[in-house]
């Protein structure tokens, strides 16, 4: 990820606390914490701190088929167990023997929690934490997750780009290769989110008409041998908008009752 493409309200945790970038210009960054205590930092820092591990994104609401939505109380506990894994951080020997049951004390006095973590719940919570990058809110909602309805237009005009220009193509390329060719230019521009699965682009295809892409792949001839076998695909809405006919030669010649011969018969059929 490139720092250059943080924008203001993109969800970060920075050094075991979580917030958002509330301001961001050439030089400085300001992440607003959820406690609401901001930190102005340069952008020189904000780089060593995401090499160092000690930053990472959260999930951009902006673009992420599943994100984190929390509540005011949701905010809450993820503030109160980010004290207590921040302070067990600082100690040299965090699993240490009397360690754990000293931070407690100590946190617990210092915020007014009047039901702190047991020493074994705050083991776990300190392992996952570490384990999540220090990310409290995934480690305590991260199974919750939102579905956003939608893949933004802009991701879709992406996709519609790459498609004319690499699959409505007479080289017959594959959906695959055309998808490589997606997340190419997906990841050129440098989107924060997650790339579109394979699914999702096949879906974007399958809502092309079907004989104008065959036209654009296979040529003319062959939209049209389609179409003569798509009118069992056609949807009707009203009585008589399609009617099939055909007909049927046979090669027997046929005469009258006075034995003269009349011709050979044909039969046709309609159906509505």
Known sequence: MSLQYLTVGDPISFRGKTGEIDYYDNSIAVIKFLDSSALSISHVALADAYRDGEMS???????????????????????????????????????????????????????????PPSKSTLHKIYRKWIDNGKNMTNVLFGKQRHRRPVIPDEIFNLMDEVIQSVYLRKSKCTIYKAYIEFTRAYFNRQYLGPCPSLSSFERRIQKLDRLSAIRKRYGESAAREEGRSATAKTKLRHILELVSMDAAHFNYGLKNMLGQYVGMPSIGGCRI
């Open 57 to 115: 994104l959260v999930r951009r609401a902006a673009y992420n088929p599943c994100h984190i939505q929390l509540d005011d109380e949701q905010k809450k506990e993820v503030i109160r167990l980010e004290k207590y894994c921040i302070e067990l951080s600082d100690e040299k020997r965090p699993c240490a023997k009397g360690v754990r049951e000293r931070v407690i004390s100590k946190v617990a006095a210092d915020i007014g929690d009047a039901n």
